[in-house]
Nanobody, 122 residues
């Protein structure tokens, strides 16, 4: 069982940057493929970004390409989502997810965090 905890959400203005982190309690994330998803009010949860278990591959939704970067921080045992040039349409609850030995082209995950709210004002 992997317990994931997201942090770093908040209220920002359009054009600002924000960095989200996903941490696992008591377990290394080094063998887990990780993903970030988001869900806006009244909408279905959607894929945002993914990184393979070995960190060699990443994937992004078209809507965030060039603005968001997913990365691993082995020292902190976190997977981070750096978000730049935020837009009001990025407003959502952001969730991280994990899958053992996960690869980026399989968007199915076994463990999910509780989410962190990101609100971008215009």
């Amino acid at each position: 069982q992997v317990q994931l905890v997201e942090s770093g959400g908040g209220l920002v203005q359009a054009g600002d940057s924000l960095r989200l982190s996903c941490a696992a309690s008591g377990r290394s994330l080094s063998t887990y493929g990780m993903g970030w998803f988001r869900q806006a009010p009244g909408k279905e949860r959607e894929f945002v970004a993914a990184i393979s278990w070995n960190g060699l591959n990443t994937d992004y939704a078209d809507s965030v390409k060039g603005r968001f970067t997913i990365s691993r921080n082995s020292a902190k045992n976190t997977v981070d989502l750096q978000m730049h040039s935020l837009k009001p349409e990025d407003t959502a609850v952001y969730y991280c997810a994990a899958r053992i030995l996960g690869v980026v082209h399989i968007k199915q995950y076994d463990y999910w965090g509780q989410g962190t709210q990101v609100t971008v004002s215009s």
